[in-house]
């Protein structure tokens, strides 16, 4: 089972960037997709970004195309969000997932571990 706990979050101008940070235990890290989702106030949890094992590939909701790009690095169990050019309508509780398999996965139910989430709030 793997543990994963957030961290990076803030608050941050419109036009601004944050990195956030998911630091997993256990021994199954490396060998699994993690992924990104945030649920915004008001609204359902959705999919951000999900990245493979042990290839890398990656895949992007939409609305953060060309903002945000996650990766991983194994060697520290941890992955990574980078997110630019921040809008208002980012603002969220941003949640750290791992998958139950290697392949890159845009869906909640593919995700066995979640992290306790990071608050991000971007003023306009």
């Known amino acids: 089972q793997v543990q994963l706990v957030e961290s990076g979050g803030g608050l941050v101008q419109a036009g601004g960037s944050l990195r956030l940070s998911c630091a997993a235990s256990g021994r199954t890290f490396s060998s699994v997709a993690m992924g990104w989702f945030r649920q915004r106030p008001g609204q359902e949890r959705e999919f951000v970004a999900t990245?493979?094992?042990?290839?890398?590939?990656?895949y992007y909701a939409d609305s953060v195309k060309g903002r945000f790009t996650i990766s991983r690095d194994n060697a520290k169990n941890t992955a990574y969000l980078q997110m630019n050019t921040l809008k208002p309508d980012d603002t969220a509780v941003y949640y750290c997932?791992?998958?139950?398999?290697?392949?890159?996965?845009?869906?909640?139910?593919?995700?066995?571990?979640w992290g306790q989430g990071t608050q991000v709030t971007v003023s306009s």
């Open positions: 997932a791992a998958a139950r398999g290697p392949y890159i996965a845009d869906m909640s139910y593919q995700y066995g571990a």
């Open positions: 990245i493979s094992w042990p290839a890398g590939n990656t």
